[in-house]
């Protein structure tokens, strides 16, 4: 038998938004064992250390501070080799309710900065012949999203985008795939899903009996960003425990009963 395939992501370079908590946070310490230098960048600094990684404050929003970010990562370190657009979210706003800023706002962070930094990153990817860029969506891009209906249309957008320069940038060597992340526990989760009781009810719903981690979505990163993916490209990855239960079934058996 061969040997069992390890991951080993060391003298890559690699940059995750949002990467100072929640799934970003998980994301960038997983590169950073693996071996790579990670910067992570966010608006606000961490709250602690983050062992093998560097931070800058950077609101990815803006087209003109993520090309600086992206050329002075290049300059200091040669190269970029990885690109974790993590950065996302939005508050739950009625649609009748969302101001044309708000709803701006939120395609600006879902959608439109993940195009920033994928175009700061392509030239320098380009020269080196190789790269791999994932974009972190929700499964709020493939359903329904009530209350946040903007960012579930922009992270739609956004798995678009992922196949369009999928198949734009695959000739120069630049892998671009997007993850499907289903509902997570993170330190937010409480505002979205309700209490401890209600994130272990939320969790048994589902085929795998528990809400996902950070740990899960950086797994998958790590095995897109590795050589044991080196022919998956434009790929949408559901990483969701085997999916939400559809109501359906409750209303059937209720009807049935």
């Not at 994928?118 to 791999?132: D, I, K, L, N, V």
Request: glycine residues 12%; aromatic residues 4%; contains cysteine.
């Amino acid at each position: 038998m061969g040997e069992v395939p390890t991951i080993d992501l060391t003298g890559q370079v690699a940059l995750v938004t949002g990467g100072t908590k929640g799934l970003g946070r998980s994301i960038a310490l997983a590169l950073a064992g693996a071996g790579a230098k990670v910067v992570v960048c966010a608006r606000n600094a961490p709250e602690d250390t983050m062992p093998g990684t560097a931070f800058e404050a950077v609101d990815v929003r803006d087209p003109e501070a993520v090309q600086a970010l992206v050329d002075g990562i290049v300059a200091r370190h040669g190269r970029i080799d990885i690109l974790v657009n993590n950065a996302g979210g939005s508050p739950a706003v009625a649609a009748a309710d969302a101001s044309a800023r708000f709803s701006e706002a939120i395609v600006r962070l879902n959608l439109l900065a993940p195009l920033y930094l994928a175009q700061a990153a392509y030239p320098h990817m380009a020269r080196q012949g190789s790269g791999s860029i994932v974009n972190i969506a929700s499964v709020s891009a493939i359903r329904p999203s009530p209350g946040t209906a903007a960012y579930g249309a922009a992270k739609a957008g956004l798995l678009n985008l992922t196949q369009s320069l999928a198949q734009e940038w695959g000739p120069q060597g630049v892998r671009v795939n997007a993850i499907i992340a289903g509902l997570m526990a993170t330190e937010t989760a409480e505002a979205t899903y309700g209490d401890a009781e209600a994130q272990a009810a939320v969790g048994r719903s589902m085929p795998l009996q528990r809400m996902g981690t950070g740990e899960d979505i950086a797994g998958a990163v790590l095995w897109l960003c590795s050589p044991l993916a080196s022919w998956v490209s434009g790929a949408r990855i559901n990483v969701d425990g085997g999916g939400e239960r559809p109501y359906f079934l409750d209303l059937v058996k209720g009807a049935g009963a």
